[in-house]
Nanobody
Framework: QVQLVESGGGLVQAGGSLRLSCAAS????????MGWFRQAPGKEREFLAA????????YYGDSVKGRFTISRDNAKNAVYLQMNSLKPEDTAVYYC??????????????????WGQGTLVTISS
């Protein structure tokens, strides 16, 4: 079983930037895709971004296109989410996840992913 650990969350003023990190350990597979999700109180879990093993395929949720960028470093078994122009409505618990393809990560019908524990991001106004 692969284990995912997020870091980098915290309190940021609106308009600022934050970079989240997710490190994989244990029984990892280098060919797996990775992605980011978030969930705010009273709202459904939202897909944010996914990236293929090679980095050649990426998907973004409509709400974060142009503001968030996903990247990965396979040598470190890590995935990152660069978040710019942050808004109070971005406040949520952010989770990373891994699956066998970016298509599976972005699909709302599939929930067989391995999840991290989450990291809280709070954007103040």
């Amino acid at each position: 079983q692969v284990q995912l650990v997020e870091s980098g969350g915290g309190l940021v003023q609106a308009g600022g930037s934050l970079r989240l990190s997710c490190a994989a350990s244990g029984r990892t597979f280098s060919s797996y895709a990775m992605g980011w999700f978030r969930q705010a109180p009273g709202k459904e879990r939202e897909f944010l971004a996914a990236i293929s093993w090679s980095g050649g395929i990426t998907y973004y949720g409509d709400s974060v296109k142009g503001r968030f960028t996903i990247s990965r470093d396979n040598a470190k078994n890590a995935v990152y989410l660069q978040m710019n122009s942050l808004k109070p409505e971005d406040t949520a618990v952010y989770y990373c996840a891994t699956d066998t393809s970016v298509a599976r990560l972005k699909s709302p019908a599939i929930d067989t992913r391995v999840w991290g524990q989450g990291t809280l991001v709070t954007i103040s106004s």
